[in-house]
């Protein structure tokens, strides 16, 4: 099976933390991590990434990143839950 875009910007860009929860990084697939985050709504969640969050670093540090694939990385954290 192919992987999707989101996964393969997620895997390249936000993995290294996303994955273990770096930092107090919310991990994927975590609900306890994520459900308050979540509720907040994808575009709330891709504003965050993009500027940067507390400790999350603007773009997860990678500036070539566009609004567009910062939303399908997200989108892809979101379904893994
Ligand atoms: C250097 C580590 C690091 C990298 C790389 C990283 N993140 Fe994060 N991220 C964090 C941390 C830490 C938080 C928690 C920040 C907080 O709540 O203070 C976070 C939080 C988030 C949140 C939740 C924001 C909210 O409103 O609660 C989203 C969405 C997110 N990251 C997306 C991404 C995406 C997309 C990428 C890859 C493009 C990425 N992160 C890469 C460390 C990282």
């Not at 992987?3 to 994955?19: D, L, T």
Request: glycine share 12%; with cysteine.
């Amino acid at each position: 099976m192919e992987i999707s875009a989101g996964e393969q910007i997620f895997k390249s860009n936000c993995k290294v933390c996303h994955a273990q929860g770096i930092n107090g990084a919310p991990i994927v697939g975590n609900h306890a991590m994520w459900d308050e985050r979540a509720a907040q709504g994808i575009d709330v969640l891709v504003e965050h990434a993009a500027n940067g969050y507390g400790l999350m670093p603007a773009k997860g540090g990678n500036d070539a990143l566009s609004e567009e694939e910062l939303r399908e990385a997200i989108t892809y954290m979101l379904n893994q839950l």
